[in-house]
């Protein structure tokens, strides 16, 4: 493209079953944005170890629905790099996804981290949290920072996490299902039988009802 950069008005996209990616941003960094994306979901690449750095998180101000599913390798969502890393002011830092409402994570066993950078606000307006099948997670972020600002999460759903231990209350979550995570103080307060009578939203009734069958 000449070094000219391009506003893609794609809004959703789908990354499915492409076992040999590695990356999905290499090489795209002032090349082209996507301030239109709405909703990213990957599942089956099996190789991929990051999806994004954080250069590219100013390309994602509209980012509502995140869904990462079956990812071998992945270790982090988000990888810190050396250039922002210099541009970073730690004194007004900004969300990574200002819009995202909807975080899913499942099978994804090598991941430690969700993401390396140290921010405590990257997802301001967070309302749907699922991780579960993540075998190796030990926190939020590799900073050692423990509590993490989710303001308006009302849905938590955590399963199958030998590892994980986060001291964040989730003091206005609403939801919350709680499973195989022995190093969480966290009570369940509902089921997920529950959770698929009283919450609106055709996303969350398919999600509550596939592992309702599985149970």
Not at 5 to 10: E, I, S, T
Not at 100 to 119: D, F, G, I, P, Q
Request: proline share 6%; hydrophobic share 35%.
């Amino acid at each position: 493209m000449m070094g000219q950069q391009v506003n893609l008005k794609l809004e959703d996209l789908d990354m499915k079953n492409l076992p040999e990616m590695t990356n999905i941003w290499e090489a795209t960094k002032n090349t082209f944005t996507l301030q239109h994306l709405n909703s990213l979901e990957i599942m089956g690449c099996e190789k991929l170890e990051v999806i994004f750095p954080q250069s590219m998180l100013r390309c994602l101000p509209k980012l509502k629905r995140l869904e990462v599913r079956e990812c071998k390798e992945l270790r982090q969502i988000i990888e810190e790099d050396l250039e922002d890393k210099k541009l970073f002011n730690p004194l007004s830092p900004q969300p990574c996804f200002p819009k995202l409402t909807r975080l899913v994570v499942e099978k994804c066993h090598k991941m430690k981290y969700l993401t390396s950078l140290s921010a405590s606000n990257d997802f301001p307006n967070l309302d749907f949290l699922v991780i579960n099948g993540a075998t190796e997670l030990l926190q939020f972020n590799e900073t050692g920072k423990i509590e993490v600002e989710l303001p308006k999460l009302k849905t938590v759903i955590f399963m199958h996490l030998p590892k994980f231990c986060q001291e964040t209350q989730f003091l206005n979550v609403k939801h919350r299902i709680v499973r195989n995570c022995p190093k969480l103080s966290l009570s369940p307060t509902t089921t997920l039988q529950e959770l698929r009578k009283n919450i609106n939203g055709k996303y969350v009734w398919i999600f509550c009802y596939k592992y309702y069958r599985l149970q």
